[in-house]
């Protein structure tokens, strides 16, 4: 296969057989990233958006906690960080996004209680685990969910139906949907 590593783009043949080829064929890695803008935040805390975020980036915008794992599932994805002080916000508490196309959405929760309503009722627990730094927990769980392309809101860290010893705020992790 030809290479262009600057561009990311591959073109391959491929054989079938002592005589017949097949191709070639361009393809692109990676490529997709989908755009998030913050609509609005009824929090005097900040808010921001990360782009492709690795190990031992914080996903905090308060705090210098750090990323320590990412799942595959993960990779060149958009990280909305949260700030952990808004850990304490209930079901009055909105997050507005607005998605340039199609996405999955992964809210990681702190493991060590229930999610909220808003997130046991709308996404699907994966298995999946971000690794982080906070010296309480390792992990952060993962809920998926995809969603249209638009606006959408997401409530509070401690919105109705919470419970356990929850400690950590949630953060977003957005990917391009995957047809």
Do not use: H
Request: one cysteine or more; hydrophobic letters at 35%; a negative charge.
């Amino acid at each position: 296969p030809d290479l262009d590593l600057a561009s990311g783009i591959y073109v391959a043949t491929f054989l079938g057989g002592p005589i017949v080829e097949c191709g070639p064929y361009s393809f692109t890695a990676g490529g997709c990233r989908p755009g998030v803008t913050i609509q609005r935040v009824s929090s005097p805390n900040p808010y921001d958006v990360w782009f492709e975020p690795i190990a031992g980036d914080r996903y905090y915008t308060d705090s210098p906690y750090t990323l320590t794992y990412l799942p595959p599932e993960l990779r060149s994805s958009t990280l909305v960080r949260t700030p952990n002080a808004d850990r304490n916000m209930g079901g009055s508490f909105q997050l507005t996004l607005e998605f340039d196309q199609d996405v999955t959405v992964y809210i990681a929760y702190d493991p060590r209680g229930t999610p909220p309503n808003w997130i046991t009722a709308n996404y699907a627990e994966t298995g999946l685990a971000v690794g982080v730094s906070d010296l309480t927990t390792s992990t952060l769980g993962l809920w998926r969910r995809d969603l249209d392309l638009g606006v959408r809101t997401f409530e509070g860290n401690k919105a109705s139906g919470w419970g356990g010893d929850v400690n950590a705020n949630y953060v977003i992790f957005v990917v391009c949907r995957q047809s």
